[in-house]
T-cell receptor, first 111, second 118 residues
Framework: KQEVTQIPAALSVPEGENLVLNCSFT??????LQWFRQDPGKGLTSLLL?????REQTSGRLNASLDKSSGRSTLYIAASQPGDSATYLC??????????FGAGTRLTVKP | EAGVAQSPRYKIIEKRQSVAFWCNPI?????LYWYQQILGQGPKLLIQ????????DSQLPKDRFSAERLKGVDSTLKIQPAKLEDSAVYLC????????????????FGEGSWLTVV
């Protein structure tokens, strides 16, 4: 059974800082790994999706990497801004559409 | 493009009462999901539909939860009778088969229905 863990559970940084969010998963036979953002009272928005054959994906100030062999993914946020404050969740999906989420990292970027 | 619509947004009920949530997915999306998200946790899949057929309902507490997707479009999730531990956000999501084949899986979430059982 896939288990997804995210560390840290919460993170507070000053504006402008570069930061890394971590995601680990127990079963490396994944179809893809996805990072989501969730704002308070809202649903989830997909940020980046890394397919199992890929090593990383980039979108603007966000870069996500995937290391299947070690069961890890990281989300790198460059030059953080207060608008980046949200909860970030990773999800590991298997080929049978089974998608398992971590509990998320709650990020606060202080002005 | 309209997003995934859910209603009601908020609901407070007493334990042992019943509640129903409605979801309208993005037009043309064959796959529809219902997730339960308890405060401080990640979403947990309750049920997945492909058109109007159930793909996975292994984590749906079938003694009290039921879901249907008539005509392969809208879906309803019902809880009867509700328990205190059912207090959570119920998220509906949808994706297209084409998105899955081409890009892995691009899944779109609604804003959720917040349930409080007292």
């Amino acid at each position: 059974k896939q288990e997804v863990t995210q560390i840290p559970a919460a993170l507070s940084v000053p504006e402008g800082e570069n930061l890394v969010l971590n995601c680990s998963f127990t079963d490396s036979a994944i179809y893809n790994l996805q990072w989501f953002r969730q704002d308070p009272g809202k649903g989830l928005t997909s940020l980046l999706l890394i397919q199992s054959s890929q090593r990383e994906q980039t979108s603007g100030r966000l870069n996500a990497s995937l290391d299947k062999s070690s069961g890890r993914s990281t989300l790198y946020i460059a030059a953080s801004q207060p608008g980046d404050s949200a909860t970030y969740l990773c999800a590991a999906e298997h080929n049978n559409n089974d998608m398992r989420f971590g509990a998320g990292t709650r990020l606060t970027v202080k002005p | 493009e309209a997003g995934v619509a859910q209603s009601p947004r908020y609901k407070i009920i007493e334990k042992r009462q019943s509640v129903a949530f409605w979801c309208n997915p993005i037009s043309g999306h064959a796959t529809l999901y219902w997730y339960q998200q308890i405060l401080g946790q990640g979403p947990k899949l309750l049920i997945q539909f492909q058109n109007n057929g159930v793909v996975d309902d292994s984590q749906l507490p079938k003694d009290r939860f039921s879901a249907e997707r008539l005509k392969g479009v809208d879906s309803t999730l019902k809880i009867q009778p509700a328990k205190l531990e059912d207090s959570a956000v119920y998220l509906c999501a949808s994706s297209s088969i084409r998105d899955r084949v081409v890009a892995g899986n691009t899944i779109y979430f609604g804003e959720g229905s917040w349930l409080t059982v007292v």
